[in-house]
């Protein structure tokens, strides 16, 4: 839990406090990809970085198409420079 805790909070520092959607105060930390989708399925393997960020509530609640994950993913990676390039990012992103 504390590892989780940890992520969260560099998530949150990584994004100033701000829906990465919307720009208003953010308070939840978005997974953008689930973890149904990667090969281990561990908790921790979706909480990486460059899988999550901060959103409002109201934007969080609207998160979950295939097409707003993808605009997330493209975000992430245009602001930090995050590779998406292996499973199971690339399914979302290889397209772009």
């Not at 975000?75 to 290889?94: F, I, K, Q, T």
Request: glycine share 6%; charged share 25%.
């Amino acid at each position: 839990m504390e590892a989780r805790r940890r992520v969260y909070q560099q998530v949150v520092e990584r994004d100033g406090g701000k829906c990465q959607s919307c720009g208003g105060p953010g308070q939840e930390v978005h997974e953008i990809i689930p973890r149904s989708r990667f090969a281990s399925r561990t908790m921790m393997s979706c909480m990486v970085l460059r899988n999550m960020l901060c959103l409002c509530r109201k934007c969080h609640a609207e998160a979950a198409t295939r097409e707003q994950r993808t605009a997330m993913l493209l975000r992430l990676a245009r602001l930090h420079g995050y590779d998406y390039s292996d499973p199971p990012w690339n399914e979302y992103v290889e397209a772009q």
